[in-house]
């Protein structure tokens, strides 16, 4: 995968694609297998937004039973199987458990029926997921083993607990540059650090985008008889530019606490915060407890996250949770429902129908999950744009074959990201490709050989190497750590 700004301007495109998070990535992966000549362009680097900011948890959509919402249920529990099917290496099965006290609405009883209806509504979840792979039916545990499951836990009114599986990504960095790869190999044109400025308009018609170049500088036009605005974030931004309405969701910070210690090992335990429901889940040697959400301003979220961490402490008090646990805050801007929790369904928006805008469709993407799907309909959308004959989606059944964490001797695996998947920056390689630092500071030792390697390759002078380090040292600011810092 090479980054070549040429092969974006020097022809029109099918399809641009603004945004190289998980849901224009999987949307570029889409349209190239379905045909369709693609460009991708992402500000920063492919992930780098709200696509980072993950528990790594892929649902399969039983909260959505509180709101009786069946559609969701069923199309999360599809999704859970199509990544486990397509990217096993990376997505796999995840036990996850729920203390009973009391009865009620939320006690043993309820549980016990929300379990029996999910089994039945996700009966075919396990086709063709790997034997490996399968996903278990759901039970309800007595007093006693929820006790010996979770040692500590308060005794005190408990009258039992539910188990069921959902899947765990143990890479989300990794899992949506598979989609990108993935992309690129079927003829996509893909590049980072490429910001989309502006819409290009004939009439009332998009053609296509307008870009800076931030590594090279410059501006550029992509030519495209269609164009996907999926920047998260960004997206409303764009359309104001362009003198359009932002699709009416606002914008949340959501915040996820990665700990130093294995808090818990064989099973992601749900706990009840202030008003909302928390999940502390195993994650390789670490744990992960989240999601809180709170108004996307201010920008920084030091003080939430500090808020946050006492949450979970009486959230789970018998997990001993200190300030010093805290290895690493994901943080990233969502689209939100209320201070409480996220947008509960994604919209696709067709401009020609609302706003008599043709060339223009914009997603908002609510689940990391489900963006495979989401993708699926913006594309199927675009393809009735077109007016292309109907070519039928494979992305839920093809593997990804980069799907994996790269492996090898830190030197050749570097290179490697360079040269093959696009890394310009230290952040890219150390947090995106190589997994060094996503649980927390990385040693400063393979810093080093990162930052050597990349300056080798792309030619870093000595002034250059030090803004690297700096930057991503920045990056870990909220958890007060120095990643190889010296």
Same mark, same amino acid.
């Given at each position: 995968?090479?980054?070549?700004?040429?092969?974006?301007?020097?022809?029109?495109?099918?399809?641009?694609?603004?945004?190289?998070?998980?849901?224009?990535?999987?949307?570029?992966?889409?349209?190239?297998?379905?045909?369709?000549?693609?460009?991708?362009?992402?500000?920063?680097?492919?992930?780098?937004?709200?696509?980072?900011?993950?528990?790594?948890?892929?649902?399969?959509?039983?909260?959505?039973?509180?709101?009786?919402?069946?559609?969701?249920?069923?199309?999360?529990?599809?999704?859970?199987?199509?990544?486990?099917?397509?990217?096993?290496?990376?997505?796999?099965?995840?036990?996850?458990?729920?203390?009973?006290?009391?009865?009620?609405?939320?006690?043993?009883?309820?549980?016990g029926i929300a379990l029996l209806l999910n089994e039945v509504l996700t009966r075919r979840r396990n086709d063709?997921?790997?034997?490996?792979?399968?996903?278990?039916?759901?039970?309800?545990?007595?007093?006693?083993?929820?006790?010996?499951?979770?040692?500590?836990?308060?005794?005190?009114?408990?009258?039992?607990?539910?188990?069921?599986?959902?899947?765990?990504?143990?890479?989300?960095?990794?899992?949506?540059?598979?989609?990108?790869?993935?992309?690129?190999?079927?003829?996509?044109?893909?590049?980072?650090?490429?910001?989309?400025?502006?819409?290009?308009?004939?009439?009332?018609?998009?053609?296509?985008?307008?870009?800076?170049?931030?590594?090279?500088?410059?501006?550029?036009?992509?030519?495209?008889?269609?164009?996907?605005?999926?920047?998260?974030?960004? *997206?409303?931004?764009? $359309? @104001? #530019? +362009?003198?359009? !309405?932002? /699709?009416?969701?606002? =914008?949340? %910070?959501?915040?996820?606490?990665?700990?130093?210690?294995?808090?818990?090992?064989?099973?992601?335990?749900?706990?009840?915060?202030?008003?909302?429901?928390?999940?502390?889940?195993?994650?390789?040697?670490?744990?992960?407890?989240?999601?809180?959400?709170?108004?996307?301003?201010?920008?920084?979220?030091?003080?939430? *996250?500090?808020?946050? $961490? @006492? #949450? +979970?402490?009486? !959230?789970? /008090?018998?997990?001993? =949770?200190? %300030?010093?646990?805290?290895?690493?805050?994901?943080?990233?801007?969502?689209?939100?429902?209320?201070?409480?929790?996220?947008?509960?369904?994604?919209?696709?928006?067709?401009?020609?129908?609302?706003?008599?805008?043709?060339?223009?469709?914009?997603?908002?993407?609510?689940?990391?999950?489900?963006?495979?799907?989401? *993708?699926?309909?913006?594309?199927?959308?675009?393809?009735?744009?077109?007016?292309?004959?109907?070519?039928?989606?494979?992305?839920?059944?093809?593997?990804?074959?980069?799907?994996?964490?790269?492996?090898?001797?830190?030197?050749?695996?570097?290179?490697?990201?360079?040269?093959?998947?696009?890394?310009?920056?230290?952040?890219?390689?150390?947090?995106?490709?190589?997994?060094?630092?996503?649980?927390?500071?990385?040693?400063? *030792?393979?810093?080093?050989?990162?930052?050597?390697?990349?300056?080798?390759?792309?030619?870093?002078?000595?002034?250059?190497?030090?803004?690297?380090?700096?930057?991503?040292?920045?990056?870990?600011?909220?958890?007060?750590?120095?990643?190889?810092?010296?």
């Amino acid at each position: 995968m090479k980054r070549d700004l040429g092969a974006l301007t020097g022809r029109e495109h099918d399809l641009a694609i603004v945004g190289g998070g998980i849901h224009g990535a999987a949307a570029a992966w889409d349209a190239a297998q379905r045909g369709l000549r693609v460009a991708l362009l992402e500000a920063r680097d492919f992930g780098s937004g709200a696509s980072w900011n993950s528990l790594k948890t892929i649902h399969g959509g039983l909260r959505h039973l509180q709101r009786a919402d069946l559609a969701s249920l069923r199309d999360s529990a599809r999704e859970r199987s199509a990544l486990l099917r397509i990217a096993p290496r990376l997505v796999r099965p995840l036990p996850c458990l729920v203390p009973n006290y009391g009865h009620g609405p939320a006690g043993r009883e309820a549980l016990g029926i929300a379990l029996l209806l999910n089994e039945v509504l996700t009966r075919r979840r396990n086709d063709g997921v790997p034997p490996s792979h399968h996903v278990p039916r759901g039970r309800l545990l007595a007093r006693a083993e929820v006790l010996a499951r979770v040692p500590g836990i308060e005794p005190s009114g408990l009258t039992g607990g539910a188990l069921w599986y959902d899947a765990q990504a143990e890479s989300t960095e990794r899992l949506t540059l598979a989609f990108v790869l993935a992309a690129a190999e079927a003829g996509a044109a893909v590049a980072n650090y490429a910001e989309v400025t502006g819409l290009l308009r004939s009439r009332e018609r998009v053609v296509g985008v307008s870009v800076r170049d931030g590594e090279g500088g410059g501006g550029s036009e992509v030519r495209a008889r269609m164009v996907l605005n999926a920047a998260g974030p960004g *997206a409303s931004r764009l $359309l @104001a #530019e +362009a003198g359009l !309405a932002p /699709p009416p969701v606002p =914008l949340l %910070r959501a915040i996820n606490l990665v700990l130093r210690r294995a808090v818990v090992r064989a099973h992601a335990v749900g706990g009840r915060g202030a008003g909302r429901f928390l999940f502390l889940a195993p994650w390789r040697d670490r744990a992960i407890v989240g999601t809180a959400y709170q108004p996307a301003e201010p920008e920084s979220g030091a003080e939430f *996250a500090e808020a946050f $961490l @006492a #949450e +979970a402490q009486r !959230a789970y /008090p018998w997990a001993r =949770l200190m %300030r010093d646990d805290v290895t690493l805050v994901h943080q990233g801007l969502v689209p939100g429902a209320s201070a409480g929790g996220l947008w509960s369904r994604p919209l696709l928006v067709d401009h020609q129908t609302r706003d008599r805008v043709p060339g223009l469709i914009t997603v908002v993407g609510v689940k990391y999950t489900t963006a495979r799907s989401v *993708a699926q309909r913006a594309i199927d959308l675009v393809l009735r744009r077109l007016g292309s004959p109907t070519v039928p989606c494979l992305t839920a059944d093809t593997p990804l074959p980069g799907a994996r964490v790269l492996e090898g001797a830190l030197e050749a695996r570097a290179r490697h990201a360079v040269r093959e998947e696009m890394a310009l920056h230290l952040e890219d390689a150390v947090l995106r490709r190589l997994d060094l630092g996503t649980a927390g500071p990385p040693d400063a *030792a393979e810093v080093d050989e990162v930052e050597r390697v990349m300056a080798g390759e792309l030619d870093w002078d000595g002034a250059r190497r030090h803004h690297e380090r700096a930057f991503l040292h920045r990056l870990y600011g909220l958890s007060g750590q120095q990643p190889g810092v010296r």
